[in-house]
């Protein structure tokens, strides 16, 4: 009986005092706020070690930004750009670049949405005279990026961007072979380019165009016939038997001055060793290629529910202040502040 007179008290105090009951309430849910409330959720997190190919051939102009011609490079750090935006917070992000053989990591990931106007500072200055050297070994490159991504804390994923174009050329009889494991680590490899080969423009190393390199300034063929050495140490060539089909590398004899997307020889590379592949067609699906759920790292994080409290003090005072409006009298269907005339 006491249980049903407390509950008996408390109905008559609601219909006595609603409105004092509805105040107390939203005053207690926006104090809760200052205690800053959450729970532990699991979320979708991407930590990324973005390298950039910034060989000669990247910049080739057949891209477009707004209209106007871009070259390979400046397209892929524009949607780069734009892609930090769709990166939840909490997520991470580090830059490197390749030439020659290398990748070189300029930093380590750090979080996006604290870290975003330097991250996106550090991208604008990314450009061909930060490279050491001319070649463009693309399979030892993707190499080097799978070991920097491997020493790193976290485990990040490797986004490795590049046209594909090798310089020198590979023959398929003798591609570099390493101890890749398939899948070790993370990662996806972005084609950038047109298909239809450009003329590749030359530069000095501080920028000043140049011109064009011309058929008889590049190699045209494999150098590996010549006696060419080993740019990485233990590495060995892949020797593949003379009966089996030969792998596309994109090789163009004769045309090596000219330059293309090497669509193929990246699709080959990712495959070996456990990567995604996506020719970048426009920012929106790099940021979905980014934030996909191969590259996901599910992380316990703390959701705020502040939000929530605060949502509910102001149902609660929309509550408090509607409730008089329902004993207003209507006139044409709507509650006013005068009384309503009584028909003669």
Same mark, same amino acid.
């Given at each position: ?40 959720? #699991? ?29 390979? &490079? ?33 930093? #380590? ?42 020493? &790193?804390?976290?485990?990040?994923? &490797? ?83 003379? #009966? ?71 149902? &609660? ?28």
């Amino acid at each position: 009986m006491k249980a049903r007179d407390f509950a008996d008290r408390v109905v008559a105090s609601w219909r006595t005092h609603a409105d004092r009951w509805l105040l107390a309430s939203a005053a207690t849910a926006l104090a809760t706020c200052l205690l800053q409330p959450g729970w532990p959720v #699991e979320r979708a997190r991407f930590d990324h070690v973005i390298v950039l190919d910034i060989t000669q051939s990247m910049d080739v102009q057949d891209e477009s930004l707004d209209g106007k011609p871009a070259s390979r &490079l400046s397209y892929a750090k524009e949607a780069l750009r734009r892609a930090l935006l769709h990166l939840p917070c909490g997520s991470k992000v580090g830059w490197g670049v390749f030439t020659e053989y290398r990748a070189f990591l300029l930093f #380590e990931p750090v979080e996006v949405c604290a870290n975003l106007t330097e991250l996106r500072a550090t991208l604008a200055h990314i450009d061909g005279r930060m490279a050491w050297n001319g070649n463009s070994e693309i399979a030892k490159g993707l190499h080097s990026g799978l070991q920097v991504a491997k020493q &790193l804390a976290g485990s990040p994923a &490797l986004v490795f961007v590049t046209d594909g174009h090798e310089a020198p050329p590979l023959s398929p009889q003798h591609r570099p072979a390493f101890d890749d494991k398939p899948g070790e680590v993370k990662g996806l490899i972005v084609g950038v380019g047109d298909a239809r080969p450009s003329p590749i423009p030359k530069s000095d190393p501080s920028g000043k165009p140049l011109g064009f390199w011309e058929a008889d300034e590049v190699a045209q063929a494999d150098l590996y016939g010549r006696g060419r050495g080993t740019s990485v140490t233990g590495e060995r060539m892949t020797e593949d038997a003379a #009966e089996a089909p030969m792998p596309g590398l994109g090789a163009t004899p004769g045309s090596e001055h000219l330059s293309a997307l090497r669509e193929p020889y990246l699709r080959l590379l990712a495959r070996e060793r456990g990567l995604g592949f996506m020719r970048l067609g426009s920012p929106d699906e790099l940021a979905a290629a980014l934030t996909g759920p191969v590259l996901a790292k599910p992380t316990q994080v703390r959701a705020d529910g502040r939000i929530a409290f605060a949502l509910l003090a102001l149902i &609660l005072l929309l509550a408090r202040h509607a409730s008089p409006l329902r004993r207003l009298p209507l006139v044409n269907g709507l509650p006013t502040l005068r009384p309503a005339k009584r028909p003669k």
